[in-house]
């Protein structure tokens, strides 16, 4: 196996990517580098700033100064924004609905997809998002686009508000998918898109351990 690799794993919102990303990196002791964590903290920079999500030049202004770091803990890696824990304030239904309209403006998505850059370059890494393979790291050794139907993914993530006590609709949840899908695949910069030479899963009727295998082997037999 390479000494140093890269493993992209792209996918929209709900398709498993983070959950997969992060058994990955454990599972073969590489780095997890959470890009939608990092959009998030941009996006709950601007609300602690009151600075409306809005409001690009101001946003574009301040994004080179955010202190932004990930600590490894368990199970849960830590995301430090300017010295405050931030890990569950950045999963708030405000910032969910608001990331897509931050991570859009062409100031921060090159901020970040330079420190993402940073982060892989001595290291062998594991980075979900969903430019990574196209944009990020389109050198990348592995390349895997997964995707789930929006029924399968609004599934998901009313079981996960669940078990964080938050109340939103099936049916709500389903339109908030299908408008992000809508932003993140219409945006004019970086926009989600499968790479040419990325490998697709469903993991619409796939278990966690499943995906977790076929991706192994993949890594198993090209890296």
């Known amino acids: 196996m390479a000494t140093k690799i890269q493993i992209a794993i792209d996918g929209p919102a709900g398709s498993?990517?983070?959950?997969?990303?992060?058994i990955i990196a454990s599972k073969f002791n590489y780095i997890y580098v959470d890009t939608g964590a990092m959009y998030r903290a941009v996006t709950l920079f601007a609300k602690l700033n009151q600075i409306a999500f809005e409001d690009e030049d101001r946003i574009a202004e301040l994004v080179s100064t955010i202190a932004l770091t990930f600590v490894p803990a368990d199970p849960v890696q830590r995301v430090i924004l300017?010295?405050?824990?931030?890990?569950?304030?950045i999963r708030s239904e405000e910032i969910t609905n608001n990331v897509s309209l931050v991570s859009s403006y062409a100031k921060?998505?090159?901020e970040m997809t330079e420190r993402q850059r940073q982060m892989s370059e001595n290291a062998s890494v594991?980075?979900?998002g969903r430019d990574i393979g196209t944009t990020v790291l389109p050198k990348a050794q592995i390349k895997i686009f997964l995707v789930a139907s929006v029924d399968e993914r609004a599934r998901r993530r009313f079981k996960e508000n669940q078990a964080k006590g938050m109340s939103t609709s099936l049916d709500d949840l389903k339109?908030?998918?299908?408008?992000?899908d809508y932003k993140d695949s219409h945006r004019l910069i970086s926009p989600l898109k499968k790479a040419s030479d990325a490998i697709e899963i469903d993991t619409s009727h796939l278990s966690i351990d499943q995906v977790v295998e076929k991706i192994s082997q993949i890594i198993k037999t090209r890296a």
């Not at 300017?82 to 304030?89: E, F, I, K, P, Y």
């Not at 339109?175 to 992000?180: D, G, N």
Request: charged letters at 40%; aromatic letters at 0%; a negative charge.
């Open 16 to 22: 498993g990517k983070s959950t997969i990303a992060k």
């Open 175 to 180: 339109q908030e998918i299908i408008a992000r």
């Open 126 to 128: 594991v980075m979900d």
């Open 108 to 110: 921060v998505r090159e």
């Open 82 to 89: 300017d010295g405050r824990d931030v890990t569950s304030d």
